[in-house]
């Protein structure tokens, strides 16, 4: 069974400092996501992530994935207070479109 | 516009009063699928849908029914809601093409009250 465990759970951060979420899932996939989600709004896509090395910026954001260690992560640089939201990773189960989701990570960045 | 579309967007009712969500997709997707999301739970699928007229469960599909009669919709049936139904409901939907990566849209959620 496909789990998917992200960290931290919340983070406090200040403006201009860097961070970075991390995504561990528990069995091979081909692809994985980043979604944003702003308090009681829908979910944004982000990111796509397909292979291994993976890299991919916008922004202040940026998302890499390492297949052979079952890792993604989200490093922020410089963060704004824009940047305050939900983001959860998602990895896709099978051929059947399923994404199994992360528990997200809550973002607060503070002045 | 691109979208998908949920309604309706609040809802608050009573036990056992039978509920339909309706979601509608304008991209001519294949893929559709309802998620519920709760507090410290993630998003958790209810069904998918793979075409018209194929459905399936996904993680949490007690207490739920849907159905695929036309390409863009994929509404959501509660025959005899339940307090612990009570959430915040989203509606997907992704093309099959290869070039597409799987990629879901959601809809703007519904939050479900069962009083």
């Known amino acids: 069974e496909l789990k998917v465990e992200q960290n931290p759970l919340f983070l406090s951060m200040q403006e201009g400092k860097n961070y970075t979420i991390y995504c561990n899932y528990s069995?091979?996939?081909?692809?994985l996501y980043w979604y944003r989600q702003d308090p009681g709004k829908s979910l944004e896509s982000l990111f796509v992530l397909l292979s291994n090395g993976a890299v991919k910026q916008e922004g202040r954001l940026m998302a890499s994935l390492d297949t052979k260690a079952r890792l993604s992560t989200l490093h922020i640089t410089a963060a704004v207070h824009d940047l305050s939201a939900t983001y959860f990773c998602?990895?896709?189960?099978?051929?059947?479109?399923?994404?199994?989701f992360g528990t997200g990570t809550l973002l607060a960045v503070q002045p | 516009e691109a979208q998908v579309t949920q309604n309706p967007r609040y809802l608050i009712t009573v036990t056992g009063k039978k509920l339909t969500v309706t979601c509608s997709q304008n991209m001519n997707h294949e893929y559709m699928s309802w998620y519920r999301q709760d507090p410290g739970l993630g998003l958790r699928q209810i069904y998918y849908?793979?075409?018209?007229?194929?459905?399936d469960k996904g993680d949490v599909p007690e207490g739920y029914k849907v159905s695929r009669k036309e390409k863009r919709n994929f509404p959501l049936i509660l025959e005899s809601p339940s307090p612990n139904q009570t959430s915040l409901y989203f509606c997907?939907?992704?093309?099959?093409?290869?070039?597409?990566?799987?990629?879901?849209?959601f809809g703007p959620g519904t939050r479900l009250t069962v009083l």
């Open positions: 849908s793979m075409n018209v007229e194929v459905t």
């Open positions: 069995t091979t996939s081909d692809r």
């Open positions: 997907a939907s992704s093309s099959r093409a290869r070039d597409s990566y799987n990629e879901q849209f």
């Open positions: 998602a990895v896709g189960e099978g051929a059947t479109n399923k994404l199994i």
